[in-house]
């Protein structure tokens, strides 16, 4: 295989990965995809992409392999599974994946592609559906550093910043510091315009003045519209995909004897949104919870 990157193997077309890959077909790369539900797979042939029939089918004649998909069980099945990634790639090929996973999987998955000759990337992102759409993720990879620079320009594919972190499972941290921070933020905006509420402040007018301050950020940008319109059952992000998320910084921090005495208490905020069947909503409307417990009625 030469230097350049040009046949691109993807596995995983959920929320996030049909609109990578279509930049990736946009930027002019062969890219040869696999999912398990085949009507994602057809969408993108639409679109120029080649159907594959298995994980390792992706990865054959592949330069690169990315995979996105939901958490540790789907990646080891994924990558190690008898028709897996690590069964199609060949010496030389690079292994990506851009999944929330723990250290625990990442490093099963580099052990076993090490003496196959396939360098594993954690390449972790930074965005969710629209900056994916848009192409301006930011990515922020670990792992041999010859393979991060060989995949420079499918990372300007699909991202406006792109990171190298280290050469281990540094990546991985640093999403998992990102995925803490994202629900923090959400239990302190729900507790905080909840008390707002209850002074009586009017809801829109304060969610537009916070959003022109100095406590404005991209995520509260990003969510106020839904804020604002009280919105959350079409998500940008959902409950059980934050939850997730945390579940897997809790056991890691408990492995290392690491307390996280605040991201407990959000985790189980969450698990209240979750036990109502609201998995599926925006984890904004984490705000529900707090007025529900300030005796205030959401619906109303």
């Not at 910043?161 to 803490?180: F, M, N, P, T």
């Not at 995520?219 to 940008?236: D, I, S």
Request: some cysteine; charged content about 20%; proline content about 4%.
């Amino acid at each position: 295989m030469g230097d350049r990157i040009a046949r691109i193997g993807f596995v995983g077309l959920g929320r996030m990965g049909q609109p990578m890959v279509r930049n990736l077909l946009r930027a002019g790369f062969a890219v040869k995809v696999f999912d398990t539900l085949e009507d994602r797979i057809a969408a993108l042939v639409e679109h120029g992409a080649q159907p594959a029939g298995s994980p390792a089918d992706a990865a054959t004649e592949s330069d690169l392999v990315i995979s996105m998909i939901l958490d540790d069980a789907v990646l080891e099945t994924v990558a190690l599974a008898s028709d897996g990634v690590l069964k199609g790639a060949r010496a030389g090929a690079i292994f990506a994946d851009m999944s929330t996973v723990s250290p625990v999987i990442s490093a099963r998955v580099a052990q076993a592609a090490e003496p196959l000759g396939v360098a594993f990337l954690r390449a972790k992102v930074s965005g969710s559906i629209k900056p994916a759409t848009d192409g301006t993720l930011t990515i922020f990879t670990s792992g041999p550093l010859a393979a991060y620079e060989r995949c420079r320009d499918v990372f300007a594919a699909l991202g406006r910043q792109a990171y190298y972190v280290g050469a281990g499972d540094e990546a991985i941290y640093l999403k998992l510091v990102h995925s803490l921070m994202v629900g923090l933020t959400a239990g302190l905006v729900g507790e905080a315009l909840t008390f707002g509420e209850r002074g009586g402040v009017d809801w829109a007018q304060m969610i537009d003045v916070l959003n022109h301050s100095a406590l404005s950020s991209p995520l509260f940008n990003y969510k106020a519209p839904l804020l604002a319109a009280r919105e959350y059952a079409t998500p940008q992000s959902t409950v059980d995909v934050a939850a997730k998320d945390i579940d897997i910084a809790l056991a890691t921090a408990r492995a290392m004897n690491i307390p996280l005495p605040l991201t407990a208490v959000t985790r189980e905020l969450f698990r209240s949104m979750q036990a109502k069947g609201d998995g599926g909503r925006d984890f904004i409307g984490i705000v529900e919870v707090f007025e529900t417990l300030a005796g205030l009625d959401p619906a109303a």
